[in-house]
């Protein structure tokens, strides 16, 4: 992995109590030694795996003034990590379920673009067994778990102001909280809305296999097409790029799905990050709720399942073996 740490700072915040989260800074940044650029690698590596939400900087934010300053030369690298943690330690004293951890500033450089990556780093215990078969308790950094993290694209961010996915986030296990304390941190608000992109994506499909009148067949197997080449820039870990779908799908009438896409005002970026949860409803069914999960392949629609919209009932000829067989055997047969 050809990533370069240029610097990289680590505080502490630990509870105290209910009311305090005291701080513990470095008085230095941390050396770049073989296990510091092992760590960094390993999180860039499960950060870019993760989901991530998209934002940018409010015009107030006090952490992007700070570190503009930082970037011109008007502060150090760790004075500005200093008082930064000092104003997430503030942000999180707000909320009743702060917890302590390790507060990462990481200054890298990954294929010629430069990121900062933030993130709140929880510690957990384990047990190892040593040369004399001694077990002992160890303390590890649990960065797969991690879900206070926060990336910025320098070189996006510096190079293309107007941009709205500079600064990515994740949201957070525990809820939207997190996302709303981490967001006011950074002084910053929601940019690109991938679902959204995702959601205009499969209406935009839907509409232009509408327009050319296909039949069932036709359209079904249009949208596995799309599907097909979403998942493959999913697996790739690249954006969905609208023109390069339309290459690869054959045109509907005189024109191709990308100008459909521009005349028809859907508003879709040139490109745009795959989400798996939506790309699905390309290919399947799918729900829950009320103690009933239901997932099945679209093609199934009118053939095997039919939806009554005006009873809300699904009839469903031919049921799986196994899920026959519990039936059969929870009614004893009859």
């Known amino acids: 992995m050809s990533l370069d740490i240029d610097q990289i700072a680590l505080h502490q915040l630990i509870k105290r109590d209910e009311q305090t989260l005291e701080l513990v800074l470095r008085d230095s940044l941390l050396p770049a030694t073989q296990a510091v650029s092992e760590l960094v690698e390993e999180l860039h590596r499960i950060y870019s795996a993760k989901s991530k939400a998209f934002g940018l900087f409010n015009a107030e934010s006090e952490l992007a003034q700070t570190l503009r300053e930082c970037r011109d030369g008007q502060q150090d690298f760790l004075a500005f990590s200093r008082a930064a943690t000092g104003r997430l330690r503030d942000e999180l004293a707000k909320y009743p379920f702060a917890e302590g951890g390790i507060v990462l500033f990481c200054h890298y450089r990954y294929l010629a673009v430069e990121y900062l990556l933030i ?14 078969l001694d077990i002992s308790s160890v303390h590890y950094l649990d960065i797969n778990h991690a879900d206070i993290v926060a990336r910025i694209d320098l070189t996006e961010w510096e190079t293309n ?3 709205t996915r500079y600064l990515t986030f994740l949201r957070g296990r525990v809820g939207r909280k997190v996302a709303d304390f981490f967001m006011d941190f950074l002084g910053a608000s929601v940019g690109l809305d991938t679902k959204a992109q995702n959601r205009g994506l499969l209406q935009a499909v839907d509409d232009y296999c509408a327009e050319s009148s296909l039949d069932k067949a036709e359209r079904q197997n249009y949208r596995q097409q799309v599907y097909s080449y979403c998942n493959e820039q999913l697996q790739a870990g690249e954006e969905i790029a609208i023109e390069e779908l339309a290459r690869e799908l054959p045109p509907l009438g005189e024109k191709n799905f990308q100008q459909f896409t521009k005349e028809q005002g859907y508003e879709l970026e040139e490109s745009f990050p795959a989400d798996r949860t939506t790309l699905r409803q390309l290919t399947k069914f799918a729900g829950r709720g009320g103690g009933l999960t239901i997932n099945f392949d679209a093609m199934l629609l009118g053939e095997r399942i039919f939806w009554d919209p005006a009873t809300d009932t699904l009839t469903i000829k031919g049921t799986p073996p196994n899920l026959r067989d519990q039936l059969q055997r929870r009614t004893g047969g009859q």
């Open 161 to 163: 102001p107007e941009s």
């Open 119 to 132: 993130a709140v780093l929880n510690s957990q215990s384990s047990m190892r067994v040593n040369e004399q």
